[in-house]
């Protein structure tokens, strides 16, 4: 079973709708970020959390340490949030490894 | 500030060769981390380094090899090349605390192998 897992896989929503985004890990971790990725291009860093819940735009970002799960919504989405979404998780300690769930791929249709 | 640059962008080469990947942090960063990316395994963490010191490595062979430079900047090798290093090869930096840090990545280097 991987360290991070992410659902769904693929999501098709139609403009305006209200969408969510799952992750779940299993280890112990001093932070959890979300990327994304647009088709062909680099990775933007969106959120890292620690506890709690962040918001940016039309994107906000929740954690809950103890059932080791995250989710991201973005609200009134738009075709120009379809991208791949990418949850990771940073152990605690001092191992600076980021391990990655395997991608959600958002379309989002006009 | 100018972002994360990586050199170069594109990269074809045969097996058995070995090729050298550069990335150049944003200016202050001290911590250089990197990725490989490919469609089956996703993104994989290789290497990360900290003032010019290993700090953190992935379950990666040792064909892959890296280092980093007074001046933060970091290169990245791979000897003996597969079929299976065929990859998007990400670097990304940081100011290196784990609790905080923010990965700001670069655009990445295209390897194939023939």
């Known amino acids: 079973k991987n360290e991070v897992e992410q659902s769904p896989q693929n999501l098709t929503a139609q403009e305006g709708e209200f969408i969510t985004i799952n992750c779940s890990y299993s280890v112990g971790i001093s932070a959890l970020h979300w990327l994304q990725q647009h088709p062909g291009g680099g990775i933007v860093s969106l959120f890292m959390l620690s506890s709690g819940k962040k918001k940016h735009g039309r994107l906000i970002a929740t954690i809950n340490i103890q059932e080791k799960h995250s989710s991201l919504h973005i609200t009134a989405s738009h075709p120009r949030d379809s991208a791949v979404y990418i949850c990771?998780?940073?152990?605690?300690?001092?191992?600076?490894?980021?391990?990655f769930g395997k991608g959600t791929l958002l379309t989002v249709n006009p | 500030k100018a972002g994360v640059t990586q050199t170069p962008r594109y990269l074809i080469k045969t097996r058995g060769q070995q090729v050298t990947l550069s990335c150049s942090p944003i200016s202050g960063h001290r911590s250089v981390s990197w990725y490989q990316q490919t469609p089956g395994q996703g993104l994989q963490f290789l290497f990360e380094?900290?003032?010019?010191?290993?700090?953190n490595k992935g379950n990666f062979p040792g064909r892959f090899s890296g280092r980093q430079f007074s001046n933060s900047r970091s290169e990245m090798n791979v000897s003996t090349l597969e079929l299976g290093d065929s990859a998007l090869y990400l670097c990304a930096s940081g100011d290196g605390q784990p609790s905080t840090d923010t990965q700001y990545f670069g655009p990445g280097t295209r390897l194939t192998v023939l």
């Open positions: 380094y900290f003032s010019e010191t290993q700090r």
């Open positions: 990771a998780v940073r152990r605690g300690g001092s191992n600076y490894k980021l391990t």
